[in-house]
């Protein structure tokens, strides 16, 4: 059974920090490219950051680009989103997804909320 597990939201200050972690299993990770995605109430999800199978490559969206780093571990079969600086704006409820070409999963996500 395929489960994506997203953990390490919460209520955070403005310039705050959080990390973010997608804990993976069911498939096997290394072979899985993962994102995080995230979702503003009224607006549509959108692609935060990406990181290949290996870890050797990442993309970022313009938004969170020298704010927010991701990584991964494929020994532990988790992906994690270190989250600095935050803004209102980045209040969302943050997703991970797992694709290759033939498949993807979603995570039920964790709510982020950049208030004071």
């Known amino acids: 059974q395929v489960q994506l597990v997203e953990s390490g939201g919460g209520l955070v200050q403005p310039g705050g920090s959080l990390r973010l972690s997608c804990a993976a299993s069911?498939?096997?990770?290394?072979?899985?490219?993962m994102s995080w995605y995230r979702q503003a109430p009224g607006k549509e999800r959108e692609l935060v950051a990406t990181?290949?199978?290996?870890?050797?490559?990442?993309n970022y969206a313009d938004s969170v680009k020298g704010r927010f780093t991701i990584s991964r571990d494929n020994a532990k079969n988790t992906v994690w989103l270190q989250m600095n600086s935050l803004k209102p704006e980045d209040t969302a409820r943050y997703y991970c997804?797992?694709?290759?070409?033939?498949?993807?999963?979603w995570g039920q996500g964790t709510q982020v909320t950049v208030s004071s």
């Open positions: 997804r797992a694709f290759n070409y033939e498949y993807h999963y």
């Open positions: 069911g498939f096997i990770f290394s072979s899985y490219a």
């Open positions: 990181i290949s199978n290996t870890g050797g490559s990442t």
